[in-house]
């Protein structure tokens, strides 16, 4: 059902796409856009892993040093019918994990040390089952795609407002389409951007069940995702100084705690909701 909602987001986010470039590009300006936004996306798609482990200063573990971790990593992989993705360490107190790399085979596991420090080997488990089912949906590819349509749309409205700004058009006419290209400017990225929420939202509820099937026990990440909201309201002063906002995406539980408003703008749904999804899955199961 998860996997249905994502298509159709994208299929909505496509269409928005072509409705704003013949609106405001034209054909050629919807060329133009997408073919900028793709380049941009491509990069971040190759190299995000990189770029995002360098943020916290990550370093990968060597099965030495934590084997109990690499075997817990290589078992749900196994179930998920991957390859073993690596593991990595992210020196920072903020307990939350997340996934990175293009596809399977080039695919990152990232643990911090506050998540170490808070939650039962069993939870922690939970959690690894969440974000190698993140590389086994190939999320990072639908973000990527997303990311690219929804940066096309922006650029669409900035090539539209800057050209009528200065297109050179008589005054009345000029008026009135600088008026549309504000609104534009203005409304389009916001649909794109709620759009893309919807996605990742969705990625997130397919996520939490398909990590719940890996690791065969809904109540293991329920109860990790109990004590890493409570960690992230705890420490939210702490986030604003560790966690990079470009990445707060990528992360099991966003760390970062913004107002009422802002949260309908957030990446992730509320936890609550995703915890009383993995408990029905529990009593699905026979485990409640």
């Known amino acids: 059902m998860q996997t249905i909602k994502t298509v159709l987001l994208l299929g909505v986010l496509t269409g928005l796409f072509l409705v704003v470039g013949k609106i ?3 054909q050629a300006g919807m060329i133009i856009a997408f073919f900028f936004a793709m380049i941009m996306n491509f990069m971040a798609y190759w190299f995000s892993d990189k770029m995002a482990l360098a943020m916290y ?10 084997p109990w971790l690499h075997d817990m ?14 593991v990595y360490l992210a020196p920072i107190d903020i307990p939350n994990a997340f996934a990175t790399g293009r596809d399977p085979e080039h695919a990152v596991v990232a643990v911090t040390s506050g998540i170490l420090n808070i939650l039962s080997p069993e939870e922690l488990r939970g959690v690894l089952a969440h974000e190698i089912a993140h590389i086994k949906n190939r999320d990072i590819l639908i973000s990527s795609i997303a990311a690219t349509i929804g940066g096309a749309i922006s650029m669409l409205a900035e090539m539209a407002f800057w050209g009528n700004l200065f297109g050179g058009r ?28 919807a996605i990742s939202r969705s990625r997130e509820y397919a996520a939490d069940a398909t990590g719940a099937k890996i690791c065969g026990c ?19 002063p702490v986030a604003e100084r560790e966690v990079n906002p470009g990445t707060a995406h990528m992360m099991i539980v966003n760390p970062l705690r913004g107002s ?17 999804r993995l408990y029905q899955m529990a009593r699905e199961m026979g485990q409640v």
């Open 57 to 66: 200063g990550a370093r990968e573990i060597p099965y030495e040093e934590a």
């Open 218 to 236: 809904p109540l293991s990440l329920a109860k990790a995702l109990e004590k890493l909201e409570m960690a992230a309201q705890k420490l939210a």
């Open 170 to 197: 008589d005054e009345e006419d000029g008026i009135g389409n600088l008026i549309g290209s504000v609104l534009m400017l203005i409304l389009a990225p916001i649909a794109a951007m709620i759009i893309q929420m």
């Open 260 to 276: 009422a408003i802002a949260s309908l703008f957030s990446t992730h749904p509320p936890t609550e909701e995703r915890i009383r």
């Open 73 to 86: 990593v290589e078992e749900l992989a196994r179930n998920a019918g991957i390859p073993k993705p690596k």
């Open 24 to 26: 405001l590009g034209g």
